[in-house]
Nanobody, 116 residues
């Protein structure tokens, strides 16, 4: 069983920045991909950004050029740098980790609210 611990959510004004972090309780070598999803009230959960084991990244079109996903630490931490935040970025953000042999896991979610 892999545990994911997220941090970094909060309230920010439009145009502001936040960084989310997620630490997985497993070796970075065992991780195939790490991603961030979000779910706004009344909407389906959507993938925001993903980073593969070789560093390939993919972004939702709505966040491209504003958000950056990157791994750090021993490769078992995934971060989401969010800039130029908009009210429509308000959602619960979830970390997702896919491993080579231990299955896939979700974090508990962290609230991001963009409001003046």
């Amino acid at each position: 069983q892999v545990q994911l611990v997220e941090s970094g959510g909060g309230l920010v004004q439009p145009g502001g920045s936040l960084i989310l972090s997620c630490v997985a309780s497993t070796s970075g070598r065992s991780i195939k991909a790490m991603a961030w999803y979000r779910q706004a009230p009344g909407k389906q959960r959507e993938q925001v950004a993903l980073v593969s084991s070789v560093g390939t990244t993919n972004y939702a079109s709505s966040v491209k050029d504003r958000f950056t996903i990157f791994r750090s630490g021993a490769g078992n931490t995934v971060n989401l740098q969010m800039m130029s935040l908009k009210p429509e970025d308000t959602a619960v953000y979830y970390c997702h980790v896919d491993t080579y042999s231990q299955g896939a896991y979700w974090g508990q979610g962290t609230q991001v609210t963009v409001s003046s």
